[in-house]
C-alpha cells in the first residue's frame, strides 16, 4: 500500500526515528502504525514508549481543590498565546469552579453544566467567539478522599502539566513531593500490581525481539528479557522509580520513611493524544518521499 507523508511524519514524532527509518517501518508492516513503532523499537531505532505522550496541542491543565473533593482537567487553546490570555486564564478558573460545585465525573456532563443561565458548553463556545480561536474542555476527572487521607497537587509551567494525588495520610510536604516527582517522572502505574497482562505480554514480545536482532545467543535471551523487563517496570511505576529528589532512594522507601503511602494519582501534560497542525513539516516530509 501507499505510505503517506501524513503517516511518516505521526511516526516520527511518536518514536523519534528518522524519516526513511519510519517510511521504511510503515512500508514493513503494510501501514499499520503500531505495529511499526513495534517494528522500530525491535530494531533499536527508537524507543516508543517514551515518545508516545509528545505534546501536540495549546493550552493548560489544571487541579481545583475543595474539603474532600477536587476535580483535574484540561482546558485546550489553539496557541500558547491564548492560553496566556487574561481571558482564558478567568475561563480556565471559571470553569475549574462549576466542576467542581457540580457531581460531574466526566467532560461530557461538564459540558452540561449551568452556569449563569447558559450551559458551560455555550459559554465555551462564546468564549471562542470573543477569544478568536477554538477552546474546548478534555478530560475531566473528579478525585474524592476520606477526611484521614491528603491531597497533592502541582502544576508545572502554570499548568502544561497537572497532577493530583491521593495520600495515605494529610502531610502537605511529603504529598506535594509526591505531586512534583509524578509530575517529572510521569509514572504510568502506582506499582506492578496495576501493570495488565497484556502490557507484560507485549513488552516482553518487543524486548525479546531486540535481543534476538543484537545476535545474543538464544540460550541467554530470555535471561536478558527477565532483567529488561525488570528495568522497564521500574521505569514506569511509580513506587519502584528513584525519587526526584533523592534518585539513590526509590519512591516506595521515601514514603516508607514518612509513613505515608500513594493511593492514587493522575497526571494530565496539555495536548497529550491530540495532533497538532504543522503545514511546513508535513511538506518537508512530502518532498522527501518523492524522492
Known amino acids: 500500500m501507499a505510505i503517506t507523508a501524513q503517516q511518516v511524519k505521526e511516526l516520527r514524532e511518536r518514536t523519534g526515528a528518522g524519516m526513511m527509518d519510519c517510511k521504511g517501518a510503515l512500508e514493513h508492516t503494510n501501514g499499520d502504525m503500531e505495529a511499526a513503532i513495534d517494528y522500530l523499537r525491535e530494531k533499536g531505532i527508537a524507543k516508543a514508549a517514551k515518545k508516545a505522550g509528545r505534546i501536540a496541542a495549546e493550552g493548560l491543565c489544571n487541579v481545583v ?38 457531581k ?100 516482553k514480545h518487543v524486548l525479546t525481539q531486540q535481543a534476538l536482532a543484537e545476535g545474543k545467543p538464544a540460550n541467554i535471551v530470555d535471561k536478558m528479557v527477565i532483567g529488561r523487563l525488570n528495568k522497564y517496570l521500574q521505569d514506569i511505576c511509580l513506587v519502584d522509580q528513584g525519587f526526584v529528589k533523592d534518585p539513590d532512594q526509590k519512591v516506595s522507601e ?16 496539555v495536548g497529550e493524544g491530540i495532533e497538532k497542525k504543522e503545514e511546513d513539516f508535513a511538506a518537508e516530509v512530502a518532498a522527501q518521499l518523492k524522492k
Not at 66 to 83: H, P, Q, R
Open 104 to 203: 460531574v465525573t466526566n467532560s461530557e456532563e461538564a459540558l452540561q453544566i449551568v452556569l449563569n443561565g447558559k450551559t458551560l458548553e455555550t459559554v465555551i463556545a462564546d468564549a471562542t467567539a470573543t477569544i478568536g480561536e477554538k477552546i474546548s474542555l478534555r478530560r475531566v476527572t473528579r478525585v474524592t478522599k476520606s477526611a484521614s487521607e491528603g491531597f497533592g497537587s502541582y502544576l508545572h509551567m502554570g499548568g502544561r502539566i497537572a497532577v493530583i494525588n491521593v495520600m495515605e495520610k494529610d502531610d502537605f510536604e511529603v504529598a506535594k513531593d509526591m505531586a512534583m516527582h509524578i509530575a517529572a517522572q510521569n509514572p504510568r502505574y502506582l506499582d506492578r500490581s496495576q501493570v495488565d497482562q497484556e502490557t507484560l505480554e507485549h513488552e
Open 65 to 102: 481543590i475543595n474539603g474532600n473533593e477536587a476535580v483535574i482537567y484540561e482546558l485546550n487553546s489553539e496557541t500558547d498565546f491564548v492560553a496566556k490570555n487574561n481571558q482564558f486564564l478567568d475561563l480556565l478558573n471559571e470553569v475549574g469552579q462549576a466542576i467542581l460545585n457540580s
Open 254 to 269: 521515601y514514603l516508607k520513611s514518612n509513613k505515608n503511602s500513594v493511593k492514587s494519582f493522575i497526571r494530565l501534560a
